[in-house]
């Protein structure tokens, strides 16, 4: 398994793993099988999603931000329930299969961690399966 750490900037962000995780298929060496994004955290994602045009993570960040606003009247007393809450809809692993030595992405995908509750030190678990 190989681990990725990295450092958030701002509460919310989403940063473009995919070259880190292609590295780590390319070192482990495997030509069919299953590449699974881990993120062993409670307020942050692991999510595939368009890499190409940057308005997507910005109409993203936005809608969501509607969706489930920072500050309201939850029941958690940390004051990032709203983080808790973006980690579930997300989910904190994502599959990707790899066939032929690569990850098996679209055209337009590429694999991001959301941070929802930053700046903060995070680590990304990528375990390549050899089928
Ligand atoms: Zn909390």
Redesign the pocket.
């Known amino acids: 398994m190989k681990q990725l750490t990295l450092s958030t900037a701002s509460r919310n962000e989403y940063v473009d793993i995919t070259a880190q995780v292609r590295a780590a298929v390319k070192e482990a060496h495997i030509e069919e099988g299953l590449c699974v994004i881990y993120c062993p955290h ?2 942050a994602a692991i999510t595939v999603n368009e890499n190409a045009d940057p308005s997507v993570f910005r109409d993203i960040r936005e809608h969501l931000g509607a969706l489930v606003p920072e500050g309201k009247n939850y029941a ?1 007393a ?1 004051g ?2 709203d ?2 809450i973006k980690s579930a809809l997300f989910g904190c692993a994502q599959p990707v299969p790899v066939t032929k030595g690569a990850l098996a992405l679209g055209t337009w995908q590429g694999i991001f961690f959301c941070e929802f509750d930053g700046p903060r030190k995070r680590n990304v678990y990528v375990q390549c399966i050899k089928q």
Do not use: D, L, Q
Request: net charge negative.
């Open positions: 409670t307020t958690h940390e990032n329930a983080a808790h």
